[in-house]
């Protein structure tokens, strides 16, 4: 394909079909309606379906729906919408049913500020539903990056059988880059595990293979029950501490035993760096920009930019906090994934950097940082 | 160009009321920047949740190497289209940069210096359609600086001009560029 000039929201569309999503539910909201709008006239090229639904928690229904029937499934939307999803992202993670929901931030609380950025849905995005849930996050910083987080996304729900979030600033979802899309057929593209085995054998919710039970499609001759109460290994609810915890252990496993496949993170000048910026999204181009400018006068800055958010990456940020003085954090919200890092570097070392107000922060704010003024 | 900084970048803002076409004025420049010319860029928009007025502009940072913060830091030219929009980003403007105002909806103009032009009057007598007015401002703008060459930006246009409309949004863009033909030193200072 030849150049073109691409809006994020679009490469989110063409990265979703490139990994094969077929199905789109969703009600569209501002800044992610571009997403929808896209899919609606491309998925049915592709033999897809998209379907407009009365709201967000009908829209994961449905994605949940047609991921259990076999056909890789997506959603888009904000803040708003994000929070009606929250009870079926856990029922999805409960459930082990890959879908991916795409959440362009905008200003809040509430309906905020609907065409302004932000970031603070951060902390949502790994606590919004309740329980002890596994959830993988991931977060584009320009327009290829979302196209590629989103092929990504798609890999990882289906290789792990979990929602995937793609957590995205109103910046990058309406920026408008050079984009030069990459043929379909070039790209890694993971399908889910089925079975071979006997319909009378299938246990939905064993662990004889591993950690990730094969998942056959309904309607493909195997019968299983899914509940979002805790179950056996057969899908039935119970009681039964020794199946509970089992349940409980594994599905942290399947997350936590694979970390160096899903955090996905880029260190640039760490070496020398004794301060060194660790930033997401839109953020992070804000960042690189301070660091350039800080390089051209001596100060050694490094900087490490986040992909994968949660699970957080806490080895790579525990290696800046022993090598660097100081760690500085600049993010769109009032200081969320700042904590996690004062965690793993101590809270002594971490310098943040902040604003809601819809506006991005600005290379100079994180110079000033730098510069300790 | 003396308007490029230590990053090599030139920021150019298109500002004015919702529903003058100032975003997709900066998508054409940015298609003509990077589609026709291959220069990298970024293009980025703010706006507000109205269909019809409001406030909106379009940013386009042009530069021969990599761009990281997409949005402007201080432009090198502004387009202003309402008096909201100038009195909002004119502070903004590098101390050489460029400043084109349409004359008969922007009254005061806080500089000396500002190309002064009725950009939507010359888009109604060109075209007879006042929405033409954002690719007038295009011909002047690019008339005025080499931004981006002749050819990518009448590219770029026809390719977003709706079927049909070809023709007008040609007349639009000669408008525009012939307007400030006679004013070639600002154009060496660009």
Redesign the interface.
Same mark, same amino acid.
Do not use: G, K, Y
């Given at each position: 394909m030849?150049?073109?000039?691409m809006q994020g929201n679009e490469a989110v569309g063409w990265g979703a079909l490139a990994a094969g999503c077929r199905f789109y539910a969703g009600y569209p909201i501002?800044p992610s309606s571009e997403i929808a709008e896209m899919l609606s006239r491309e998925l049915p090229k592709y033999g897809g379906k998209f379907i407009q639904m009365e709201d967000e928690i009908a829209s994961l229904a449905a994605c949940i729906g047609a991921s259990v029937g076999g056909v890789k499934s997506m959603t888009a939307t904000s803040g708003p919408g994000f929070s009606l999803m929250q009870e079926h992202i856990g029922y999805a993670a409960m459930t082990e049913v890959p879908c991916v929901i795409v959440s362009v931030q905008r200003l809040g609380p509430s309906t905020g500020q609907?065409?302004s950025p932000s970031q603070g849905d951060v902390m949502q995005a790994r606590w919004g539903t309740h329980g002890d849930h596994p959830i993988i996050v991931l977060y584009p910083n320009s327009v290829p990056k979302a196209f590629g987080l989103t092929v990504t996304a798609f890999n990882l729900a289906e290789k792990y059988r979990t929602p995937v979030i793609l957590l995205m600033d109103e910046?990058i979802a309406?920026?408008?880059? *050079?984009f030069e899309m990459p043929p379909f057929e070039s790209l890694t593209v993971i399908d889910r595990m089925g079975t071979n085995v006997p319909p009378e054998w299938y246990k939905p919710y064993g662990d004889t293979i591993g950690d990730v039970p094969p998942m056959p499609s309904f309607g493909s001759g195997y019968r299983y029950h899914i509940t979002g109460l805790f179950h056996d290994v057969m899908g039935y609810p119970t009681q039964r501490l020794d199946e509970i915890n089992p349940l409980v252990e594994r599905m942290q496993r399947k997350i936590n035993n694979h970390l160096e496949d899903i955090l996905l993170f880029e260190e640039e000048e760490t070496d020398d760096a004794n301060t060194v910026i660790i930033a997401y999204g839109?953020t992070s181009?804000?960042a690189?920009?301070a660091m *350039?400018l800080a390089r051209?006068h001596r100060h050694n800055i490094g900087l490490l930019t986040l992909y994968t958010i949660w699970p957080f990456p806490e080895e790579a940020v525990m290696r800046i906090g022993r090598s660097a003085r100081r760690v500085i954090v600049p993010e769109m919200n009032l200081g969320q994934l700042a904590l996690e890092v004062e965690r793993a570097v101590g809270k002594h070392k971490v310098v943040r950097v902040n604003r809601a107000d819809g506006e991005?922060i600005?290379?100079?704010m994180i110079l000033q940082a730098i510069e300790g003024r | 160009m003396s308007g490029k900084n230590a990053f090599n970048r030139i920021e150019v803002r298109l500002a004015g009321e919702g529903g003058q076409g100032m975003i997709l004025a900066g998508v054409i420049l940015a298609e003509a920047a990077a589609i026709y010319d291959g220069k990298n860029i970024v293009q980025t928009q703010t706006y507000g949740p109205e269909a019809r007025g409001g406030s909106s502009k379009a940013e386009v940072i042009i530069s021969d190497g990599e761009i990281d913060y997409p949005e402007v830091i201080n432009a090198d030219f502004l387009v202003a289209m309402s008096q909201e929009a100038c009195d909002k980003y004119a502070s903004n403007l590098k101390k050489d940069g460029l400043l084109i105002v349409d004359s008969e909806k922007v009254r005061r103009v806080p500089l000396t210096n500002a190309i002064k032009l009725p950009i939507t009057r010359m888009a109604v007598e060109a075209t007879g359609k006042s929405i033409t007015a954002n690719v007038v401002s295009l011909g002047i703008l690019v008339g005025l600086t080499n931004l981006v060459s002749r050819e990518a930006i009448q590219k770029a246009i026809i390719a977003r001009a709706p079927k049909g409309t070809e023709e007008v949004n040609q007349k639009a863009l000669d408008r525009g560029l012939t307007a400030v033909e006679g004013l070639l030193s600002v154009k060496d200072k660009a």
């Open positions: 030849a150049v073109t000039l501002t609907p065409t910046v309406h920026m408008r880059e *050079r839109v181009r804000s690189r920009h *350039r051209n991005m600005s290379p100079q | -």
